[in-house]
């Protein structure tokens, strides 16, 4: 999608952290982190939440979630890390570009918010 904030991100077009990329995935920094280690993980292809990509491409939906856990290695969050998806305006989705957020270096509190 040409207006996409994280199809741009994954073009190359608009400049990120990156911390991890292949094929299909790209993986960098949050810029405004709410933990020590905030890596935003999306697929390359675009998809606006979870439900559209698990319904569309398993597979692919798979090897996101496995960049998120080579992100938690990566970033050595050896003692956990969260990974949290929201989807739509309720659930606090602001880019309509499916990505997981990997958030650790700290102990994370439950009920999220």
Same mark, same amino acid.
């Given at each position: 999608? =040409? ?5 741009? &991100? ?7 952290d990156i911390v991890l990329e292949t094929d299909d995935v ?6 405004? #982190? *709410?933990? #020590?280690?905030? &890596?935003? &993980? ?15 491409? *398993? ?13 938690a290695q990566l970033e050595m969050l050896d003692h956990g890390y969260r990974v949290v998806t929201n989807t739509g =305006?309720?659930?606090?989705? =602001? ?19």
């Amino acid at each position: 999608m =040409s207006d996409c904030l994280f199809c741009k &991100v994954a073009a190359g077009d608009i400049p990120a952290d990156i911390v991890l990329e292949t094929d299909d995935v790209v993986a960098f920094r949050d810029i405004d #982190p *709410q933990a #020590p280690t905030h &890596v935003l &993980v999306i697929p390359r292809k675009h998809f606006d939440n979870v439900a559209d990509l698990t319904r569309e491409d *398993q597979a692919l939906a798979a090897r996101v979630l496995g960049a998120t856990a080579e992100v938690a290695q990566l970033e050595m969050l050896d003692h956990g890390y969260r990974v949290v998806t929201n989807t739509g =305006s309720d659930g606090g989705q =602001s880019v309509r570009h499916v990505h997981f957020h990997v958030l650790g270096g700290r102990g994370l509190t439950w009920p999220p918010g």
